[in-house]
């Protein structure tokens, strides 16, 4: 690589961009139904996520909480903060997914952020830890309405009852083939976050899983 | 489907997780001064019990993190699950005795 780059970061050429689902959008605006078993899918594209990677109580999980924003949840299942804003979901015992639906993805707020690991002063404690931009990773896709739960469940591995899975509760699993976290943000509104490029096939087996609810509302 | 108890996610559906075989198999020290056949018997022969057996399994999708756990090869019930580097819990209480343990166990790849 011997182009010299300049040190400052170019602006993405934000409108090239297309999101995963992109192709999808008319399928799901075709699969959304009304009615009293109402059920909606869209995605929401380029949320920004932010991949962590620390022990929670360690000197790195305190600094990236600190300038990240938000606590790391304690256990399986947790998310912390705002549903509709930045969230961060429980991933396994040492890997955090922190997500903000309300914005979409900046360029270099990665790298801004795991500078904070960066203190290596002596007396500056253990900072092994990690945080890395993975908005690219996953899309979001948002299921909402009274039926919902009744779609998801058709494929999802985890109970989904609001007793075993209350608001609030994210968990990594699987849904039909695929593997996605499953957020239940509100009552009736659950995220789901399969890997970009699972993002097709998982709205077309959702938009199947809805066919039932268009015809209760015919 | 087996419902397997993930020591950091709790009871998960099988199809979450993935087979890693037999745990407590170690690398050899010299690998070089093994035998052509020492190296085959660590690389491809490994026990089949039947009864309780140690394997490793991963939590695929969900934590992706490892470890062991101790199943019976006959009832398939999980009789322990512990982490990875722990020596494997004592399950001879827990598991019924009256599984045959004169298998074959052949040639100890260690």
Redesign the interface.
Same mark, same amino acid.
């Given at each position: 690589m011997a182009d010299s780059h300049t040190p400052t970061p170019r602006p993405e050429p934000v409108h090239l961009r297309r999101s995963p689902a992109h192709d999808m959008r008319a399928a799901m605006e075709q699969a959304c139904t009304a009615g009293p078993h109402r059920v909606a899918l869209r995605e929401i594209p380029f949320v920004a996520q932010l991949g962590i990677r620390a022990v929670p109580g360690e000197e790195a999980a305190a600094r990236i909480e600190r300038v990240v924003g938000v606590t790391l949840p304690a256990a399986v299942g947790t998310t912390s903060g705002d549903p509709d804003g930045l969230h961060c979901v429980w991933i396994g015992p040492d890997e955090f997914l922190t997500i903000d639906v309300s914005r979409t993805h900046v360029q270099g707020e990665a790298e801004a952020a795991a500078a904070v690991l960066d203190d290596d002063r002596p007396g500056a404690g253990r900072t092994a830890g990690q945080v890395v931009d993975l908005s690219g990773n996953r899309t979001v896709l948002e299921l909402t309405g009274p039926s919902a739960r009744a779609v998801l469940e058709k494929g999802c591995h985890v109970d989904l009852h609001p007793r075993e899975f209350p608001v609030g509760c994210a968990v990594s699993t699987l849904v039909g083939p695929v593997p996605m976290i499953v957020h239940r943000a509100h009552e009736e509104t659950f995220r789901l976050l399969p890997r970009s490029s699972f993002a097709q096939y998982t709205v077309r087996w959702l938009c199947d899983a809805m066919l039932e609810f268009r015809a209760l509302s015919a | 489907m087996l419902l397997i108890d993930c020591p950091?996610?709790?009871p =998960?559906?099988e199809?979450?997780f993935h087979y890693g075989g037999q745990a407590h198999v170690p690398y050899p020290v010299d690998p070089y001064a093994l035998s052509d056949r020492a190296w085959a018997e660590f690389l491809f022969y490994r026990d089949n019990p039947r009864g309780p057996f140690a394997e490793r399994w991963v939590h695929?999708?969900?934590? =992706?993190?490892w470890f062991n756990a101790i199943r019976d090869t006959v009832t398939y019930e999980f009789l322990a699950v512990y982490p990875m580097g722990s020596p494997p819990p004592n399950t001879s209480t827990a598991s019924p005795p009256a599984h045959d343990s004169a298998h074959d166990s052949g040639s100890d790849p260690s």
């Open positions: - | 950091h996610c709790g =998960r559906d199809v979450e695929a999708v969900g934590c =992706r993190k």
